[in-house]
């Protein structure tokens, strides 16, 4: 019985390929048109996954938030703030803080130019926060976030990589940042851009933090909630420590506070309502490519009227002929698809080569 059943389904394959090649035209408008629906579809969903669905490549993520000043609008935090949280907190494991710089490169060892990079001066507890470690090399050690500590500075898998040629030399030697030697210390693991365009990592010194100051807010601070800790009561300890820094300080801004929220929603959530919009429309673009391919079928059913009557007059089943008709639009639906796929798929591609940190990998 399986056996008659699929010799059935084997002929009807081969009649819809014969039928489908024997109207070229109406095969590939129904398959392009499948073809720009699916892929524009699988394009979309696979960058909206990954920006708003996929969790961040880091260590337990949720338990990451970003601490923001509130005045009047949310704000960075002052190296005072900082200070406060770090030192006040009973929610936080880690609380650290950075801030990017522009600065030109060079390495008279390497017979490359120089080049502009976005450095991150992070503070001490960055990457532990983050659960990354380099990939090469020891990394930063406490004494070199202290005043007037030697410059080092852990390169990016990329910067490493075509800069300096994969050497795995290049760990311990000198290289020029800003005009200033700094020792290269490691290199982070491929993949680990945070934050994002950054190509090097340096330390945030006790100097550079500013721990007095309360009006330049200059530094991006995360923290991470200790397990079991709700977002509740990370708030309320917040504003408590809120509290007392506005009865501390005659300085502070009235209304001052600040809030914490989750790292992976402050990340994307300029772009959330935009990519949902996004998503949708290419959903009805693609609901209009099947309803044109569905009229673009019954269009040519009629020019088979005959065709089905003969069947019909050699002792064909209404059944048999509608599984014939389905067999077709199956195999429609398969080229259409995996044509889309393979659009959608080089689609992601161009976009990820156009703007590489715009996915979230």
Not at 104 to 112: E, G, I, K, M, P
Not at 124 to 130: A, S, T
Not at 284 to 290: N, P, T
Request: charged share 15%; aromatic share 8%; hydrophobic share 50%.
């Amino acid at each position: 019985m399986r056996v008659k059943a699929m010799e059935a389904l084997l002929q009807d394959l081969r009649y819809a390929f014969r039928m489908l090649r024997k109207a070229p035209a109406f095969t590939a408008v129904a398959v392009m048109t499948l073809a720009l629906g699916i892929g524009a579809n699988t394009a979309i969903f696979t960058v909206v996954n990954a920006v708003l669905f996929r969790p961040l490549p880091l260590r337990h993520p949720g338990q990451i938030v970003r601490l923001q000043e509130y005045h009047q609008h949310p704000a960075n935090v002052t190296g005072a703030t900082f200070r406060d949280v770090r030192e006040r907190n009973r929610v936080f494991t880690q609380v650290a803080a950075y801030r990017i710089f522009s600065q030109n490169l060079s390495d008279t060892r390497q017979a490359v130019p120089p080049e502009q990079i976005d450095t991150a001066f992070v503070s001490q507890d960055f990457l532990l926060l983050l659960g990354v470690t380099p990939f090469l090399g020891p990394g930063f050690t406490q004494e070199q976030f202290r005043k007037n500590a030697e410059s080092v500075v852990i390169l990016s898998y990329g910067l490493w990589r075509h800069h300096f040629g994969s050497d795995r030399e290049t760990v311990g030697k000198m290289i020029t940042l800003h005009g200033e030697p700094h020792r290269v210390v490691g290199v982070m693991p491929m993949g680990f851009s945070f934050p994002e365009t950054v190509q090097a990592w340096a330390p945030l010194t006790e100097d550079m933090v500013f721990p007095q100051n309360r009006r330049a807010h200059l530094f991006t601070t995360l923290a991470r909630v200790k397990a079991g800790v709700s977002r509740e009561a990370v708030q309320a300890d917040l504003q408590a420590i809120s509290l007392q820094v506005q009865q501390e300080n005659h300085d502070v801004d009235p209304g001052f506070t600040f809030r914490a929220e989750r790292l992976q929603d402050n990340l994307v959530s300029s772009v959330r309502p935009i990519l949902l919009i996004l998503l949708g429309a290419v959903a009805f673009v693609l609901l209009i490519a099947c309803a044109n391919v569905a009229n673009l079928l019954l269009s040519r059913s009629v020019s088979r009227q005959k065709e089905i009557v003969v069947r019909a007059a050699l002792g064909a089943t209404r059944f048999r002929l509608a599984r014939q008709l389905l067999t077709e639009s199956m195999l429609l639906g398969l080229l259409g698809g995996a044509t889309g796929c393979l659009l959608g798929l080089w689609s992601v591609k161009v976009m990820y080569a156009a703007y590489p940190g715009a996915i979230l990998a």
